[in-house]
């Protein structure tokens, strides 16, 4: 979906939801009527946040899209994902608290985790996280049972969010080096093991990393002395032609299209 916000949004009772719109948006449950969700921080210097959920319309002929906040916070809002059933949230607070929100209704509670960043799986089915020293962990939450929180303190440092690929087998992230620069390394999930990309360093934008649709590619931006630079790493391709460069592009973020190219 394309979603552009041409007024201040307001709820059905026709209430402003505030001013300040997040550009990041997530779906819900994966059907034919996908919702949308984001976040809407409150106007007028207020560090309350909401997250509002928008279901397009079905059809050319259907009524206008519905929308409704289904989480209000006093404290701002960094991220969120949604459970695979899409009745749970996980939001992180800018504070670092990673909140368990049910959408019945039931009141949130805290997961027990201090995170400075999140990304979940496209499965949604588990959570990678970055704790404020920089160590990675995968968490798996499990309704009326424990969580599984793994720990991979040899994935080095991170900076900024993971990202992980479209069929939730690697996740790519940046990393310090023991000569405090960023490398860029991808994380096998299922042995769990991370290796560097070979040849590459990210003295910035670290944060701009995306995978093409089938998992096979990872396009990110970093930092060059000249300029931005735009490159894409094929992690199961020879070494010779693993790392190619695009060119020059000064963005802050970068996406494939939905056909790959």
Known sequence: YTLHLAATLQDAHHNPLGADHDYHFTTGALDLTRSLGFIVRDAGGSSGSRIAMLRPPAGLNAPAPS???????????????????????????????LAVAPLDGTAASDSGISAASMATSPSRDELAYVTSDGTLHIWRPSPGGAPTDVALGQAGKVSGSPVWSGDRRRLAFAASDPSGGLLLRVLDRETLSASDAPG??????????????????????????????????????????????????????????????
């Open 67 to 97: 929308l409704r906040v289904i989480y209000t916070s006093d404290h701002p809002v960094a991220a969120f994902g949604w459970s695979p059933d899409a009745a749970t949230l996980y939001v992180l607070h800018t504070s670092g608290v």
């Open 200 to 261: 590459v360093t990210l003295p910035l934008r670290a944060s701009a990393m995306a995978w093409s649709v089938d998992g096979t590619a990872l396009a990110f931006t970093r930092g060059a002395t000249a300029a931005p630079e735009a490159w894409v790493y094929r992690p199961l391709a020879a070494q010779g032609s693993a790392l190619v460069k695009l060119g020059v592009l000064d963005a802050s973020s970068i996406a494939w299209s939905s056909n790959g190219g």
